[in-house]
């Protein structure tokens, strides 16, 4: 589970590849994510608070949309489990299994 507190969003993703956004103040579900097909493993937002990234077990990362709940993007070209995404600036970096590392840009 990560806080993000500018936004005062929390989220959460589980093993029933789900990612769940609430927001802090109230503890009132705001949006579920669906997509992956498998077990969330890692969670990451962009500086401008605009996107959030997700890894999962299925050897992909989606980007979703925090203003509109949309999915923009699904990345594919893993051949292992996602373990960790990260974002910085508009720099998206995510690690597989056996330190297979890709990086690519959000726009």
């Avoid at 996107?51 to 989606?62: E, P, Q, W, Y």
Wanted: proline fraction near 1%; hydrophobic fraction near 45%; aromatic fraction near 8%.
């Amino acid at each position: 589970m990560r806080v993000f507190d500018v936004l005062r969003l929390w989220w959460q993703g589980a093993d029933d590849h789900l990612v769940k956004v609430w927001t802090a103040e109230t503890g009132r579900l705001l949006c579920t994510f669906r997509g992956h097909a498998a077990e969330i493993t890692d969670i990451a937002c962009n500086a401008s608070n605009t996107l959030l990234a997700v890894g999962s077990c299925d050897k992909l990362i989606r980007i979703w949309c925090l203003q509109t709940a949309v999915p923009v993007a699904v990345l594919h070209g893993h051949t292992h489990m996602i373990t960790s995404v990260r974002v910085r600036d508009h720099l998206l970096c995510a690690g597989g299994g056996y330190w297979h590392q890709r990086a690519g840009w959000l726009h």
